[in-house]
């Protein structure tokens, strides 16, 4: 009992921390988009390493290349920093031989950071995010997912280097809502096709925190010197992890590099 009531004040702290952040946010970025500097519009290209393990499917380690295509929208005024990004993509990934798809789509991901010191920012995050996943030479005929809807914090650090202009940027999740797959299926049924997509990854809501899943984002971004109007090129080291502790459990980690212009 006395565990289940700390988790419990430990699961609210964090709900009424996310709740506090994500209005405060809303608040100061109704005011800072009001007096924005800029608008710019960013498209992104990220070649990835993904591994990952689905406890339905044995234990196994799948690994593979993932490519993803993103589009960014970015508001820059006094002191905040606020950017809308969608982000579709699809991966092979192998174990031993046995092929695996990844079809992996963001529709959309808001962070709001205002500067708390020179150079460093915190805010929030607010995403909705769809991992869809076949293994026809395992399980021919079924599908496999993660879904989330989630609210967390967002950082940012910004520094120089030789001339050259760094970010390190972070998120993760606090609180959220998620599907997964049922533990137990009928091993004789089919269940592709776009409309069971579209309803698999909706089902079994349930609401979270941080004892349930996480999803947790770290990116190393270069900027090129820029002349002009035009937007400059970054590159990137992004590391990803998507996790699901309860049954049945499923864990995805991406490396990438890429490209934002």
């Keep these: 009992m006395h565990f289940t009531d700390t988790l419990f004040t430990m699961v609210m702290k964090k709900s009424i921390l996310s709740v506090f952040i994500f209005l405060a ?5 109704q005011k800072a988009l009001s007096q924005s500097d800029s608008l710019h519009h960013r498209d992104k290209l990220s070649l990835e390493l993904l591994q990952i393990k689905e406890s339905q499917n044995g234990g196994h380690v799948f690994t593979g290349p993932q490519l993803q295509y993103a589009h960014e929208w970015a508001w820059e005024g006094s002191g905040s920093v606020s950017t809308l990004k969608s982000q579709v993509g699809a991966g092979a990934v192998f174990s031993r031989g046995i092929l695996g798809v990844n079809i992996h789509f963001m529709p959309g991901e808001w962070l709001y950071k205002w500067s708390v010191a020179p150079s460093f920012f915190i805010g929030s995050a607010l995403s909705a995010d769809y991992t869809y996943q076949l293994y026809p030479d395992l399980q021919s005929g079924v599908s496999y997912w993660f879904s989330q809807l989630s609210a967390g914090l967002a950082v940012e650090y910004r520094f120089q280097v030789l001339e050259s202009n760094w970010r390190v940027m972070g ?17 004789y049924f089919f269940d592709l096709g776009f409309a069971e997509a579209l309803r698999y990854l909706h089902q079994n809501i349930g609401f979270g925190s941080v004892n349930q899943f996480t999803r947790t ?3 190393v971004q270069w900027q090129a010197n ?14 990803d ?5 309860y049954s049945p459990k499923w864990i995805a980690l991406r490396h990438g590099l890429t490209l934002t212009f």
């Design 217 to 219: 984002r770290l990116e």
């Design 241 to 245: 992890i998507d996790a699901y502790y």
């Design 226 to 239: 820029s002349s002009g109007a035009s937007e400059p090129i970054r590159l990137s080291y992004t590391f």
């Design 25 to 29: 946010s809303v608040y100061f970025s």
């Design 171 to 187: 998120t993760t999740s606090l609180l959220g809502f998620t599907s997964r797959p049922p533990d137990v299926r009928n091993p």
